[in-house]
């Protein structure tokens, strides 16, 4: 339990969120000036964002947990390892920080601050895609925190980092991420239209992995050990 006040709490979701997406827009428009490859763009726009995923919750996590993530905070909050009051204030916060995020990264760019992106993302397979992604950041962050908690940051920045490539959408996991997504007409934005199907399906792979690893992380007591104290 973090012992740090919810309006710390708050400011670090808002700030780690708009400095992840951010990074998202802001590699997507240098690698997308930089290169014609499609291939290589993408890979200029996949290791920022993994790297700073490991940055960001390596020095937020300590306060809020840096979730920086609606559907993270939704399992949290189900779990309840946070109250449902403070995950809600999670959510607006990680929205706003995210929309601010691409603000920045387009005035650092000299771009208009605000923008309607045109990118279609739509159907089954990135739905699918979505699906999956969740879950797969859900099942790592879980089994991430029994098993070896100091590694996190580094198990989501690799699970991401994997995800933008093994994925048909390149895993944006992350409702925030994906509504702050549709105020940019760059390379990593996606139709405000989109959208619904995108955060349904992310929520979906959320609650999946959560039942999932909940239900695979539970450890068997030693039966031995218990008839041991019960003879004793």
């Not at 403070?86 to 990264?105: F, K």
Request: hydrophobic share 55%.
């Amino acid at each position: 339990m973090s012992t740090y006040d919810l309006t710390r709490r708050l400011t670090a979701e808002a700030l780690g969120t708009a400095l992840l997406v951010a990074t998202v827009v802001g590699s997507g428009i240098m690698a997308d000036k930089l290169t014609d490859d499609t291939a290589l763009a993408l890979l200029g726009n996949t290791l920022p964002t993994g790297a700073i995923l490991v940055v960001l919750i390596t020095i937020l996590g300590p306060i809020s947990g840096a979730h920086f993530n609606p559907a993270v905070s939704l399992v949290f909050a189900l779990r309840r390892e946070i109250n449902s009051s403070d995950a809600a204030s999670y959510i607006v916060a990680q929205i706003v920080g995210g929309i601010i995020g691409t603000i920045i990264a387009h005035l650092m760019f000299d771009l208009s601050a605000i923008q309607s992106s045109l990118t279609v993302r739509t159907g089954i397979a990135q739905w699918l895609a979505e699906a999956v992604a969740t879950f797969g950041l859900v099942a790592t962050i879980l089994a991430g925190i029994k098993f070896a908690n100091s590694s996190v940051p580094w198990l989501v920045g690799l699970y991401i980092t994997a995800a933008y490539w093994f994925t048909a959408s390149t895993s944006f996991a992350n409702p925030a991420v994906a509504i702050a997504r549709s105020f940019t007409n760059t390379f990593s934005g996606i139709r405000p239209i989109d959208l619904p199907g995108f955060i349904v399906a992310e929520l979906v792979g959320a609650l999946i992995g959560m039942i999932l690893m909940t239900w695979l992380l539970r450890s068997q007591p030693d039966t031995k050990t218990q008839n041991r104290k019960a003879r004793a």
